[in-house]
């Protein structure tokens, strides 16, 4: 790695999720100082430091914050977004393993500076240990007065509650995500408003990602400046990698925006398993557009990737190698979003199932020559603000970047239906629709 | 006010109206599925997107409020385009049953297809289907068949936002979300049919139209319900001559876009009909007599007697009542009741979303009122009836449930009875003289709402036989009396002598009843009702 490790500095660490090694490391400070300091300055000094939204929109996390408007007689609300459920992401879950009370000090400082005396975390259910960390560590820093009423003798109060989802993807999705805390299903919200002005209970509200907050710790006591300096000019700090598929090495590494997906796949992961050839590689999570080998020498930062075709996003990097079957990795794509749509609009509803349908068929030697323009269809008017929620996009966007870098696999696929491409793969576990249908609660 | 240009036309709409309203005005209809003027918006059916001059985006027009100087293009060519995408997304799961589908004719689908969609597919899959949810009764009155569901949550919405009750949801997720009832207890409101109002498609329909009629050949006629005091609006969809179907139409002032199940139901009720001739029973036995012989026997038993009882109905219109008033109660001085019951309590949501209670089981209480006839309830109705012994006209045998019972013929045992009745009861059993009632759905005539509107309520059929509107019974038995000339009489006529000498209506004009929704009644008399 060619820098120190600033989120990930703990790993390693054996009893690094104790609230006495994080003060070993100078824990909380980041915390006392933001007290002592205005909200409006801590404000200016996340802007200064141009750290975007490490979810996937990469919306700058300063700037969020100032839309949340001052001297309402309502309360203002901190969400942390731990429903970190995109395919080929785990870095998340990593922060909280690693270092939970980084994550905490994050929301403390958020909260104070967008005047917020309640945050809620809320984490993926499936996230049983995770959750049980941060239990524990809210608990120790509660006690220790760095949460709870008068943190650190301020005055300042503030209580962190913890909502744990329920299984579905779509609640990563902020307003979907703010439905679930008031106890509703999730489902995406029209916007505007945004949750800055009208978020959960009705009320102005911020919703980070983790990794976003676990910055916030390290630009408050540093300095934007400090921060601003690392990356590129436009994605600055550093991003957590997460590494899956056929490298050597997968898991999460830091590494400074701006680094190039060579530098992630050959160094970091001892390049592609057993010295095979890089086929193709998503760069930011599953819903990121895929890219072709010979884009390896991009820069991973949101700008550069942008410029290559495809999305920085959660920087989930998913690698695939030449014995990847491309309709095989569509379909099984497409299988998590169609079983994930939330089933709200008519385009993602209707067209995640049908173009999975459609793929699934290819795949299953029995494509038709019209199933490509059909897809291309699907993908057009389900993407594009075609839906409330980007999750249209999410499928769209993986359906007409497979066409565009392998469309020829799936014209072969087709020109030779009758050959049965593809049958040494396993088949999926997809949904019969009959069969998931009789086995859900309806068959009563 | 906003200024807007909507396809190249100028509208000037309020703050806040979105851009489906504001089409409306300009004469131009923006599909819609999810979008219903009486619940909240939700924006996801995706068909009413409409392109806006400098957004990148095309915009759902449900969702979007009308700004000063928007450009809209509900007709652009992206915006067809789109609209035909999101057509064939919802017709893509949706079964082509439409030979079978009782929406069929009123179905939002159909329509918009034929209008915006594209006459072929690129669906090649198979459909998606809901097994064992194609026939489903999810209530006493509801059939949902979940295959033909577009997902648009309206009729969610309604039982959430409108009934209060919260009878159903949406259970799993994406494209296998279905909809079912809440912790699987029935959709039993009162007013859950409406449901089936709501749904844009044959998802959910109303068991007891069901494959009775195709909507396209029955006809339609604006009335009143005649269930309780409120009076909603109703359509009555009548085909040859048969009463098959109330549904709610629209007034923001009294029912919003709903009805009660219990007003709903009264429909096939006008139906029933054991009289459909005069008839005179004496001692020698029971024989037909015209209509001319039953006016001038029942004219001559009224004077024999100085102190005739007349028992009137809630349920007549305002210009039977006034003719009541005018002709028995004032130039012949006889005793007239109106008989009055609580009945069920009814309630309905207007279109600003406020409960209006009924206040009792009758359609025109509050006219009766304002034309200063006296109501009675059944104890003091049995007391003047089993009191006197003069001859009894009761001009409506279904005016009260106790006039229909065996205790009532008790109690009138003895006078001399005339009865106008449609169904056979104990007291028309007994009566010296039966005559035959036209039906709500055979008469015309205004009404006014425990709310003090005034309404017209439209005839939909001639009467059946040789029975007769209230009206018309009351201004020939007026002229037998010697009260009355013999002119040409009609509701108008009525109507038009009553706004001239009742102050409950006046400066009210029939004609401007048969064009408008409704008419309060004149300030004096809303404390009388």
């Not at chain 1, 824990?27 to 750290?51: Q, R, T, W």
């Not at chain 2, 498609?201 to 494959?211: P, S």
């Not at chain 2, 028309?428 to 709310?451: F, M, N, Q, R």
Request: include cysteine; aromatic fraction near 6%.
């Amino acid at each position: 790695m060619t820098m120190e490790p600033i989120l990930l500095r703990a790993r390693g660490d054996k009893n690094s999720r104790t609230l006495g090694s994080y003060l070993k490391r100078g824990g909380y400070k980041a915390l006392a100082k933001a007290i002592a300091m205005d909200p409006e300055e801590v404000i200016d000094e996340v802007k200064a430091s141009g750290v975007r939204g490490r979810g996937g929109a990469g919306f700058p996390a300063g700037v969020k914050w100032s839309f949340v408007p001052k001297d309402l007689a309502k309360p203002t609300y901190m969400i942390c977004n731990a429903d970190e459920s995109e395919p080929g992401t785990f870095k998340d879950r990593e922060l909280i393993l690693v270092d939970p009370h980084m994550v905490l000090e994050g929301i403390a400082i958020a909260s104070y500076a967008i005047d917020a005396h309640t945050a809620y975390i809320y984490i993926r259910g499936e996230f049983v240990r995770e959750t049980e960390i941060l239990v524990k560590a809210i608990s120790e820093a509660r006690r220790k007065r760095y949460l709870g009423s008068d943190i650190l003798g301020s005055g300042y109060e503030l209580e962190i509650h913890i909502h744990r989802g329920a299984g579905a993807y779509i609640c990563g999705e902020e307003t979907a995500l703010i439905e679930s805390i008031e106890g509703k299903r999730g489902l995406p919200r029209l916007k505007p408003p945004f949750p800055a002005v009208v978020g959960v209970f009705g009320c102005p509200t911020v919703v980070n990602n983790v990794e976003t907050l676990a910055c916030v710790p390290h630009i408050i006591e540093r300095g934007g400046a400090w921060f601003a300096a690392i990356g590129t000019e436009r994605s600055t700090g550093t991003k957590l990698f997460c590494v899956s598929g056929h490298v050597e090495r997968p898991g999460v590494y830091e590494a400074p925006m701006g680094t190039t997906f060579r530098e992630i796949i050959e160094e970091f992961c001892g390049g592609v398993r057993g010295g095979r050839e890089l086929k193709a590689f998503i760069p930011g999570g599953s819903s990121a557009p895929i890219l072709p080998a010979d884009r390896i020498d991009t820069p991973a930062d949101f700008e550069s990737v942008a410029e290559a075709g495809s999305m920085l996003g959660s920087g989930g990097v998913i690698v695939m190698d030449d014995t990847v079957d491309m309709v095989w990795a569509l379909e099984n794509l497409l299988t998590f979003y169609a079983h994930e749509s939330c089933g709200q609009c008519t385009p993602c509803r209707e067209g995640s199932d049908w173009a999975l349908d459609v793929v699934r068929r290819i795949r299953r030697g029995q494509g038709r020559t019209k199933d490509i323009e059909t897809l291309q269809r699907i993908a057009r008017f389900a993407s594009q603000g075609m839906t409330i929620c980007p999750l249209g996009d999410a499928f769209c966007l993986p359906i007409t970047s497979f066409l565009e870098h392998f469309g020829g696999e799936f014209e072969e696929a087709i020109a030779g239906a009758e050959q049965s491409v593809s049958t040494h793969l396993p088949v999926l576990p997809v949904r019969s629709d009959q069969a998931l249908f009789e086995a859900e609660e309806v068959g009563r | 006010m906003i200024t807007a240009m909507i396809d190249g036309q100028q509208v000037i709409v309020a703050e806040g109206t979105n851009i489906v309203e504001a089409a409306l005005k300009t004469g131009v209809e923006i599909p819609t599925y999810c979008s219903h003027p009486g619940l909240s918006v939700v924006g996801q059916c995706r068909i009413c997107f409409v392109e806006i001059e400098g957004m990148p985006r095309l915009v759902t027009a449900c969702s979007t409020p009308v700004q000063d100087d928007m450009v809209i293009f509900t007709n652009s060519e992206r915006v067809r385009e789109a609209r035909a995408a999101v057509m064939e997304f919802l017709l893509e799961n949706h079964p082509l049953d439409c030979p079978v589908c009782d929406q069929a004719g009123e179905c939002g689908l159909q329509d918009y297809s034929v209008e915006h969609g594209l006459d072929t597919t690129h669906m090649i899959d198979g459909r998606r289907t809901f097994p064992g949810f194609e026939r489903r009764t999810i209530g006493p009155h509801v059939i949902q068949n979940q295959n033909r569901c577009i997902h648009c949550t309206r009729c969610i919405r309604f039982t959430t936002e409108i009934s209060e009750t919260a009878d159903l949801t949406m259970k799993s997720r994406g494209n296998h979300s279905y909809i079912d009832t809440f912790d699987g207890a029935p959709l039993d409101n009162p007013w859950s049919a409406c449901v089936a109002d709501v749904c844009p498609v044959g998802a959910l329909t109303v068991q007891e139209f069901r494959f009775r009629a195709r909507v396209w050949h029955l006809e339609e006629t604006g009335t009143v319900c005649p269930g309780c005091s409120i009076g909603c609006n109703v359509n009555l969809g009548h085909l040859d001559g048969v009463v098959h179907r109330f549904v709610p139409r629209a007034n923001p002032e009294i029912n919003g876009w709903w009805m009660c199940d219990y007003g709903r139901f009264l429909a096939q009720g006008l139906n029933d009909r054991d009289i459909d001739a005069p008839l005179q029973r004496t001692d020698d036995g029971e024989r037909a007599i015209s209509w001319e012989g039953a006016l001038a026997t029942l004219a001559a038993l009224l004077q024999a007697s100085p102190k005739p009882l007349v028992v009137a109905s809630a349920n007549f219109s305002n210009e039977a009542l006034y003719s009541i008033k005018r002709n028995l109660l004032e130039s012949s001085g006889m005793v007239v009741v109106v008989p009055v019951d609580a009945g069920g309590q009814r309630r309905i949501k207007n279109g600003r979303g406020e409960w209006i209670d009924g206040i009792d089981a009758h359609p025109n209480s509050t006219g009766a009122s304002h034309l200063g006839l006296a109501a009675v309830d059944a104890v003091v109705l049995e007391s003047y009836i089993r009191d006197g012994d003069g001859p009894l006209l009761i001009l409506d045998a279904h005016a009260h449930p106790w006039l229909e019972t065996e205790a009532a013929a008790a109690a009138a045992a003895g006078r001399p009875t005339a009865v106008m009745a449609r169904r056979r009861t104990p007291v028309s059993d007994a009566a010296s003289l039966v005559l035959p009632l036209a039906s709500w759905a055979e008469t015309e005539g205004t009404y006014t709402s425990s709310t003090g509107i005034v309404q017209l309520a439209r005839r939909a059929l001639p009467p059946a036989g040789q029975a007769r509107p209230p009206w018309e019974v009351l201004h020939n038995l007026a002229r037998q009396l010697g009260h009355e000339q013999q002119r040409i009489m009609s509701p108008r006529v009525l109507f038009a002598e009553m706004a001239a000498e009742v102050g409950a209506f006046a400066g009210m004009t029939f004609g401007r009843l048969m064009t408008e929704a409704g008419m309060p009644v004149h300030e004096e008399a809303r404390g009388v009702g």
